[in-house]
T-cell receptor, first 114, second 114 residues
């Protein structure tokens, strides 16, 4: 069964600083990988996804992520964080066959200091 | 165009009661998935429906059931509520069931079981 680990429960960065959120996955084949963001009281918004091809993927709001098969990782990065980026971030692995369910990590809460 | 809409937004029930949550997908979307998000955790897959048929089920007891209507809206039913059923229930829609590439999430229904 697939699984996703987000080692950092809570991260605080200063506005304008760079950001990296870690994600490790376990899946029996080449995975579909996603990063979602959730603001308080809101649903999930897709930031970016990796299905195949270039291992560095660009997303919305200036985010990018790099798929590293050897490390089973899909870390999310942003060069300069804005106060509006404060939210909960979820990494997910998607089944490529069958029921197509997403398995999410437990999330990383990002706090941005002025 | 309207996004995924869920109702009600908040709900309070007592143990042993039954609850019905509703979801209207984005216009043109034929697949609806349900996820449970317990506080402090990532969402967990409950069901996927496509063209009124169940296409996938997560590891949830039979107290959880769902259905999809001809207009592609969906209901999630939970019987014999337990305290542990308290969670944010998210609905997601997509054009079809063959891919999880483009899932659009609603803002969820916050269920509290007392």
């Amino acid at each position: 069964a697939q699984s996703v680990t987000q080692p950092d429960i809570h991260i605080t960065v200063s506005e304008g600083a760079s950001l990296e959120l870690r994600c490790n996955y376990s899946y029996g084949a080449t995975p579909y990988l996603f990063w979602y963001v959730q603001s308080p009281g809101q649903g999930l918004q897709l930031l970016l996804k990796y299905f195949s091809g270039d291992t560095l993927v660009q997303g919305i709001k200036g985010f990018e992520a790099e798929f590293k098969r050897s490390q089973s990782s899909f870390n999310l990065r942003k060069p300069s964080v804005h106060w509006s980026d404060a939210a909960e971030y979820f990494c997910a692995v998607g089944e490529i066959t069958g029921r197509r369910a997403l398995t999410f990590g437990s999330g990383t809460r990002l706090q941005v200091q002025p | 165009d309207a996004g995924v809409t869920q109702s009600p937004t908040h709900l309070i029930k007592t143990r042993g009661q039954q609850v019905t949550l509703r979801c209207s997908p984005i216009s043109g979307h034929k697949s609806v998935s349900w996820y449970q998000q317990v506080l402090g955790q990532g969402p967990q897959f409950i069901f996927q429906y496509y063209e009124k048929e169940e296409r996938g089920r997560g590891n949830f007891p039979d107290r959880f059931s769902a259905r999809q209507f001809p207009n592609y809206s969906s209901e999630l039913n939970v019987n014999a509520l337990l305290l542990g059923d308290s969670a944010l229930y998210l609905c997601a829609s997509s054009f079809d069931a063959r891919t999880n590439e483009k899932l659009f999430f609603g803002s969820g229904t916050q269920l509290s079981v007392l």
